[in-house]
């Protein structure tokens, strides 16, 4: 029996037709990125059975939701799911323990498979029980109606654009939270967004809608550094590798990390180090990352690492970007390096060749 979240759906509406064929982790964070109207709430909506015209299949972990050959249509209260949207939804007349309890109370008996209070510790939220939601603030509001919907037992959890609604200071607030999701959660959470800062830090697999259509589906690191996807074009366009803490230099603040294709050092995030051994991951994008044929010397730039140049494209007027691998490992990592066309005629830049990338800026994003 598969363990996989499976969404085959044709959907047709005034000037837009959804049509994507999808087979999704069984667990962790599913990102539907793309840009408005490319079908992220629609692909939401077929999985939570609100959209009766879709004709296709919905599976969750084996079990058929929905089948329009064989005519099988769950309807939406017998789908264990939880859906979190924009807008956190609260019972403003409830406390915060009560809101929970009704999440709680309308799943079943025999389908509960956590107790009401599952998500407090996720969510950093056991202090706001008896507080009223008219007394939170917007970041503990989306925490306070996640914690709901997992208060009903879901086997996958849909959450569309829970961020869209929050300013930056509460986004900041509520993003540590969303990060513990692909790591403590055994169900799949399929997460809408547009926004390439919460691809970086939540995605483990991402799915690239267009038009109504997947342009692909994988895991996040390998579909962010191939330069025939739209992932990998603009001033977002960024690498991500994971890395594991190795040490730390309290006297200049910075922390070593170590991956497949070497070493980073990168400033101290907070004055409490990580433990030796934490894994972490951290996107560097590529225009922080300049190219050269030797191994640059008296340099201020901290860190530069091996690279083999795997691909090159013409991107901006006057700019290529050029994809490199870090390491000789089956699974290498990737780096992106956005330079002027300039600078690669005079490097020769092709594949093939042996550089050095000299990167001048590291962000640890998760």
Known sequence: MSSELQLTARLERPGFVLDVDLRLPARGVSVLFGPSGSGKTSCLRVLAGLEPHAKGVVRVDGEVWQDSAQRVMLPVHQRALGYVFQEASLFDHLN??????????????????????????????????????????????????????????????????????????????????????????????????????????????????????????????????????PLARGDAAAALIEANVV??????????????????????????????GTPVRVRIQARDVSLSLQAPEHSSVLNVLRATVVDVVEELPGQVLVGLQLGDRARPARLLARISQLSARRLGIAPGQAVFAQIKGVAMVR
């Open 96 to 229: 915060v323990r009560d809101n929970l309890m009704f999440g709680f109370r309308r799943t079943p008996h025999e389908q509960r498979r956590h107790a009401w209070d599952h998500g407090l510790e996720l969510l950093g939220i056991a202090h706001l029980l008896d507080r009223s939601p008219l007394d939170l603030s917007g970041g503990e509001r989306q925490r306070v109606a996640i914690a709901r919907a997992l208060a009903t037992s879901p086997r996958v959890l849909l959450m569309d654009e829970p961020l869209a609604a929050i300013d930056a200071a509460r986004k900041n607030e509520i993003l540590p939270w969303l990060e513990q999701l692909h790591e403590r959660l055994d169900i799949p959470v399929v997460y809408v967004t547009h926004s390439s800062d919460e691809l970086a830090r939540l995605a483990d697999h991402v799915v690239l809608l267009s038009g109504g259509r997947a342009l692909c589906s994988g895991p996040v690191m390998e579909l962010m550094t191939r330069l025939d996807l």
């Open 247 to 276: 040490g730390h230099s309290p006297e200049d603040c910075l922390s070593e990390l170590t991956f497949d294709g070497g070493r980073l050092l990168l400033p101290q995030v907070s004055s409490a180090a990580l433990p030796q």
